[in-house]
């Protein structure tokens, strides 16, 4: 077959399944000389330069034409921003091609690219056939790891993933939380096959130390896929260094077959271990050895925000100690959310009680909603507040909340949809199912074939359960959201309970982005607060459908007024010791040029624009 043509460019959707992101839209053509009869799909999976998943498309070809073009929509919740990026393109799910290089996206120009058979790249094929499709490969989207590190993870772990008998043992050397997330949560699965029971950690010092004996020892490697070996900075003698000997001949002789060590520690810790004991040294070569790299703009934002590392990520810290209710009843606005919320809250309770005094004979316990609303209004943070809440009221199991949307449910080929389906409901089993902007699930195109008709298909069997042992919310715009329930009769019927989500605000977004700062000591001038204020009222003023309220606030504060104060300040001279109060206080200037960088863009592509005049190529 000969090599296709890419095409893409950044457009703007406005069909009742543009996401609520529609100005993150790319259009994505592809020009193939020739394409195979029995093709069934042609997928396209986009990222950034650190491998993070931007947004990916799939459709079915109608027709075999001579010169097949197919167009797909590829939707993101970030900005296309000119930079590296990495296409890759499948067909029956299979990855054949890919373009990797730097793109300027601009709107309604094509950019045009060739596309690369994926043999001619080993690293990217491994990472198109393999990496990315895992479970656990999303996760690492939401560190700050550096591009280097990144490439340097996809090629070490195709080399021995190539290999008859697989490295058996790994180091990663890591200083902060990032680390060992890394090191103790996300590589582990890679090597135990995203089976969190078929790993166990075992501390250095733990062994060293006697607190856990040899014979304990052996049966727990010997019933695990994935030990993560934890080096902390030991007291180094004889005896230390003789069992750590004794340890390393163990693994180098091929004792625990089929077992992976990940060993994992700072660079002074794992320095030391590999000075005091030659045998434990000689276990690791750099091909075997990650030097966790993170992003340094981040670690400088995060320092600025008086966060310690534990803190910059919810999924490992979360020091919330406010019930559901009362974090519910302290978010901004919402009044009527808050009062429609609390009368399903008092329903629920009342029929469960009424069942256990044997007054309620109706043995069902349905409680699926519809989150209906713009962008930015609070939805998923509630929908998490949901699973906690009837969790309490003892009427779900758990009370987790899974968060997911079309991107994760579409598969790439058939039957990948429904078996990823099944994966995510029983994930979600005893707590809430939480799918935003549902309605792109379904295509108004009369010829498509979109596999999101099979996710509504699953979720049917789920939504007819009685008693579920979990809450299904589906979220987005409001008439969007309408336009789905009438695609299909049984829908509508099984969402009981219906939530409006109000648009903020510009008061209520002030009130936000007061809270926000606050939480993170930073501090505003007089003159920096009227500013910000004004620049708030008038966004608010000229908001449109695709306006974020209260994500269009988190994203001013963190692009903009963080960004800029990050600037100014660490553009000073520096000085032997830093200033508390430079650090925590956010200056007009800061918010003028947030202003200037991250709002005009946005206005400028919001200027109406006139017809061209005459012809175009």
Known sequence: MNTPILRVMRTEGDSLNAPEYADNLLAVEILFPELPADTTEVSVRIYSADYRLMGSDVCQPSSQKKNPKIRLNVCSEREWKMGDYHVFVYRNGSPLWFASGFLVFEFEEWKKMPLQRLEKDPDKRYFAEKLCLSEWWPKIGQLPFQTDFIEDVIRKLRSHDGKKAPCPHWLVVCEDTKGKAFASVLLPKHFCDNQPEARYVLPLEHLVSGAIQWEHLSAEIGQSKVVVVRIAELPYNDRTVNLLSLFASVLSCGHFRGVTFLFQGTEKAVKELRLQCTLMDALFTDEQTFHVQTDGIQELIARLEGQSDEACHSEWNDPSEQSAEQQLQQMVGLRRLKEDMEEARMMALFLKERKELCLERQGESRHHMLFLGNPGTGKTTVARLVGQMYHHMGLLSKGHTVITCRTDLIGEYIGQTEKRMKGVLEEARGGVLFIDEAYTLVSHEKESNDYGKEVIHVLLTVLSE????????????????????????????????????????????????????????????????????????????????????????????????????????????????????????????????????????????????????????
Do not use: C
Not at 581 to 599: G, K, M, N
């Open 466 to 617: 009685p008693n579920p042992d979990m809450i299904i919310i589906l979220a987005g715009y409001e008439d969007k959201m309408k336009a789905l329930l009438q695609t299909n009769p049984g829908l509508k019927d099984r969402f009981p309970l219906q939530f409006h989500f109000d648009d903020y605000s510009s008061d209520e977004l002030l009130e936000i982005a007061h809270r926000t700062l606050k939480a993170r000591n930073f501090a505003l001038t007089e003159e920096a607060d009227e500013h910000l204020k004004a620049v708030i009222e008038k966004a608010s003023a000229q908001r449109d459908g695709h306006f974020g309220n209260g994500r269009w606030v988190h994203n001013l504060i963190e692009q903009g007024l963080i960004k800029s104060m990050a600037r100014r300040v660490m553009s000073l001279p520096s000085s032997s010791a830093p200033d508390r109060e430079l650090f925590s206080t956010i200056e007009l200037s800061d918010v003028e040029d947030a202003e200037r960088r991250f709002l005009s863009p946005r206005e400028a592509k919001l200027t109406p624009s006139f017809p061209r005049i005459g012809f175009r190529a």
